[in-house]
T-cell receptor, first 113, second 111 residues
Framework: NAGVTQTPKFQVLKTGQSMTLQCAQD?????MYWYRQDPGMGLRLIYY???????DKGEVPNGYNVSRLNKREFSLRLESAAPSQTSVYFC????????????FGSGTRLTVV | SQQGEEDPQALSIQEGENATMNCSYK?????LQWYRQNSGRGLVHLIL?????REKHSGRLRVTLDTSKKSSSLLITASRAADTASYFC???????????FGKGTKLTVNP
């Protein structure tokens, strides 16, 4: 059981380049989330998808777009990367209903130079 | 969604000792969750306590919840070096449950 799989694990981008972070879960979860984690800042929610076909902004959505491609996959796109987007990005998923915890992926470490 | 505030920010203990960390929140909740993050890894869900529960156990973990004080505590008994990690609490009001994470408590267990 793979859980939540994120690709790539590491990426270096130049300012202005674009890229898509991929996330897939095999647990049949309805809800999926993208967070970023910066040193000393905890995790901040970028976007989430409560169910297939819906997406909503989180706390820090500027500079990002998302696509809920199907129930399994939720991708995060940086259209024009900036050094401020250097961070570790985590995808998570959760089963629908109250009282279930999140399952997190292992993260993508992104550096924008 | 609301953020929990973990306290202390850092805790250093010897192997075999107990570790206690606390979490405070501001508004009523449906449940509160605790997560662990080992260095450089994703968060791992440890335990969830519902608002109508006062205490819950899972192996060496004991979580308490005091809704009147809007606080929770996580006790790790007989700590091991492998417990070295950051611990986060996440209060949840249920429903869409967009969890908000604070800065966590960084626990170091010295061999």
């Amino acid at each position: 059981n793979a859980g939540v799989t994120q690709t790539p694990k590491f990426q270096v981008l130049k300012t202005g380049q674009s890229m898509t972070l991929q996330c897939a879960q095999d647990m049949n979860h309805n809800s999926m989330y993208w967070y970023r984690q910066d040193p000393g800042m905890g995790l901040r929610l970028i976007y989430y998808s409560a169910s297939e076909g819906t997406t909503d902004k989180g706390e820090v959505p500027n500079g990002y777009n998302v696509s809920r491609l199907n129930k399994r996959e939720f991708s995060l796109r940086l259209e024009s990367a900036a050094p401020s987007q250097t961070s570790v990005y985590f995808c998570a998923s959760r089963r629908t209903g109250t009282g279930y915890g999140y399952t997190f992926g292992s993260g993508t470490r992104l550096t924008v130079v | 969604s609301q953020q929990g505030e973990e306290d202390p920010q850092a805790l250093s203990i010897q192997e075999g000792e107990n570790a206690t960390m606390n979490c405070s929140y501001k508004t009523s909740i449906n449940n509160l969750q605790w997560y662990r993050q080992n260095s450089g890894r994703g968060l791992v869900h440890l335990i969830l306590i519902r608002s109508n529960e006062r205490e819950k156990h899972s192996g060496r973990l004991r979580v308490t919840l005091d809704t009147s004080k809007k606080s929770s505590s996580l006790l790790i008994t007989a700590s091991r070096a492998a417990d070295t990690a950051s611990y986060f609490c996440a209060p949840s009001q249920g429903g869409s449950e967009k969890l908000v994470f604070g800065k966590g408590t960084k626990l170091t267990v010295n061999p």
